[in-house]
């Protein structure tokens, strides 16, 4: 279960004013809290909106933004220092494409080996039906 504050809410007004169709802009005081819920209330319209705020992360994890001074005071790191230490891996490679390879050659092989029986065994002259007919059931 989430731990809960024990501040209690206090309820302030606040001067809200529309800058757009549909558009509203509220200034809050947000001082030292990490978190922050306001829930409006249209009392013409009989309208409620909850909005809330979570104080962003700290600046080492906001680099998408410009680069805080006492980030780009650390030195830089150097990869080459980190990679220096290692050896070479030993990793196993797998094989499954060989056995894919295996199984396509041997199929094609017995089905080139069928068809050299096939012509073989085929009458190449005129002959009659039941000779091809006899040279299928061999097969």
Known sequence: MPSRSTKTAARKP???REI????????????EH???????HDVDHDLTSVQYF????PAEYRLAREMPAQIAALPRLDPHIVTATFGPQITRR????????ASLRGHLGQRFAAAALMKQRWPTNN????????ALELL
């Open 54 to 57: 979570n104080r962003p992360y």
């Open 94 to 101: 797998s094989v499954v494409h060989y056995a894919y390879f």
């Open 14 to 16: 606040l001067d809200i």
């Open 127 to 134: 002959e009659n039906l039941s000779q091809r007919r006899m």
């Open 34 to 40: 990490q978190r922050l819920a306001v829930r409006l």
């Open 20 to 31: 757009g169709l549909g558009r509203y802009e509220a200034i809050v005081p947000i001082g």
